[in-house]
């Protein structure tokens, strides 16, 4: 069964340094989503993108959040200038869309700790 | 805003039924149902769309009251697999994004 795939399991960062999160989506999906989750906490929607553009994104998605899809199969969340509350658990999603399928698949998500 | 997930925990002995509710303020367009286990990722159960349209668990069964914007997740006979924190998430229409209730966490007990 195809999944949604994430890398690096577990990023380790310095306060201030850039990460980048991978992710790759289903690949006949078309709209993909980045979501956190602050350990012990709800899943909070970041950002959702779709024919390669931004389609929507949260108030936590700011100035130092960006996404790219690269190549046609990465999916990319870039924290330019980490901070300690940036922790949390990162998920990629993916959806098909469409009439057919509406669910949306995640990711066994990136835990990311700034110290 | 957020859907507004009760109870916030239950503690069920196996072969209980449990019963969660989400509730929302805006009209609602889906709601989608997933479990989490500690550490690991949501997992998809199941979806209702307005309109009456089901998918999911073959074993797990919910309703979507469009009168209420409100979901019911049903789980009977409840086994040790199914503890984890279940989140309720809403669209306002096709392709929004979900929000997420804050959960809750169901504990089965031998």
């Known amino acids: 069964e195809p999944e949604v795939t994430q890398t690096p399991s577990h990023q380790v960062t310095q306060m201030g340094q850039e990460v980048i999160l991978r992710c790759v989506p289903i690949?006949?999906?078309?709209?993909f989503y980045w979501y956190r989750q602050i350990l012990g906490q709800k899943v909070e929607f970041l950002v959702s993108?779709?024919?390669?553009?931004?389609?929507?994104k949260s108030e936590i998605f700011d100035d130092q959040f960006s996404v790219e899809r690269p190549d046609g199969s990465n999916f990319t969340l870039k924290i330019r200038s980490t901070k300690l509350e940036d922790s949390a658990m990162y998920f990629c999603?993916?959806?098909?869309?469409?009439?057919?399928?509406?669910?949306?698949?995640f990711g066994p998500g990136t835990r990311l700790t700034v110290t | 805003q957020q859907p507004v997930q009760s109870p916030q925990a239950v503690i069920l002995r196996e072969g209980e039924d449990a019963v969660i509710n989400c509730s929302s303020s805006?009209?609602?367009?889906?709601v989608h149902w997933y479990r989490q286990k500690h550490g690991e990722a949501p997992v998809f159960l199941m979806i209702?769309?307005?309109?009456?349209e089901q998918k999911g668990h073959e074993k797990i069964s919910a309703s979507f009251n469009e009168k209420k914007q409100q979901s019911s997740l049903y789980l009977t006979a409840s086994q040790l697999s199914y503890s984890g924190t279940y989140f309720c998430?809403?669209?306002?229409?096709?392709?929004?994004?979900?929000?997420f209730g804050k959960g809750t966490r169901l504990s089965v007990i031998a």
């Open positions: 999603a993916s959806k098909r869309g469409g009439r057919t399928r509406y669910e949306q698949y």
């Open positions: 209702l769309l307005k309109g009456g």
């Open positions: 805006k009209a609602l367009y889906s």
């Open positions: 993108f779709y024919n390669n553009e931004i389609s929507e």
């Open positions: 998430g809403t669209e306002t229409s096709g392709n929004t994004p979900l929000v």
């Open positions: 690949s006949n999906h078309l709209y």
